[in-house]
């Protein structure tokens, strides 16, 4: 590793596993001191364990917003800055029209799009100049996809925040990014619901779909991240990369 962020202080939401957790540990192996945010101490505990050096837990959920609050003043107490933001955590039922009622559907959106406004807005304050913000997307918020409506809308709404708030963070010299993953293997269609049948199905679909020929691996995303979390990224601003596999930039053609 080059030590790319050397001495940098990192908070990531979702920080226990899938991309949340690959980043953690890329951030730690260039260097960063890296504090995660997971809902219980068991995730915390067992999270921190596998970052190894430089890194912190705190327990709370984006969704709850209290908990959230506290956990930037534990950060304020331990570090009083950060130097990279990275609000991974997020949710992705199917959400079929007919089906979605208010409850399911206000779940989806305080934990994708509030979840990340507050993150930004609660480590606002801690931030450093030229601190960089990474908000976690999907290239799923370009496309029409039956029965994710409420997920894909919602990140659509993450989208738009990289570019809203990049005046706010423009003022105190830092900058915010999408980092927008195509089908990644993450437990996040186990999370919400399927069967591990149906996760390799869908996996596999993908795979037969995307030019990549694959779905992508955490680790991939999370050197994404590490590049928006450094300074080689420093002349970005407001911007979406996606790292779909190719997903939302070609469309194969379909087998005879």
Do not use: H, W
Request: glycine share 10%; aromatic share 6%.
């Amino acid at each position: 590793m080059s030590n790319r962020l050397a001495n940098k202080v990192a908070f990531i939401t979702g920080g226990n596993s899938g991309i949340g957790l690959a980043t953690a540990k890329a951030f730690a192996a260039e260097g960063a001191n890296v504090v995660i945010l997971a809902r219980t101490q068991a995730k915390v505990d067992q999270a921190v364990a596998q970052i190894g050096k430089n890194a912190m837990g705190v327990v709370g959920d984006v969704a709850d917003l209290p908990s959230l609050r506290k956990a930037f003043e534990q950060v304020k107490n331990v570090y009083g800055r950060l130097d990279i933001v990275f609000a991974n955590a997020g949710v992705a039922p199917a959400t079929p029209l007919i089906e979605t009622g208010a409850e399911q559907l206000d779940r989806v959106f305080d934990v994708n799009f509030k979840g990340a406004f507050f993150t930004v807005q609660y480590a606002l304050p801690l931030l450093a100049p030229e601190a960089s913000v990474v908000l976690v997307g999907s290239c799923i918020s370009e496309m029409g996809t039956a029965g994710y409506s409420a997920y894909a809308a919602s990140k659509a709404a993450v989208r738009s925040l990289a570019r809203t708030l990049t005046p706010d963070l423009y003022e105190i010299g830092a900058r915010i990014n999408v980092l927008s993953p195509g089908p990644i293997d993450t437990p996040a269609l186990s999370n919400g619901g399927l069967t591990d049948e149906q996760v390799q199905a869908t996996n596999e679909a993908f795979g037969n779909m995307l030019p990549a020929g694959r779905v992508g691996q955490p680790e991939e995303m999370a050197a994404v991240a590490v590049f928006l979390a450094s300074s080689e990224s420093s002349f970005m601003r407001g911007a979406d990369v996606q790292a779909d596999g190719g997903m939302n930039q070609i469309r194969l053609p379909r087998a005879s």
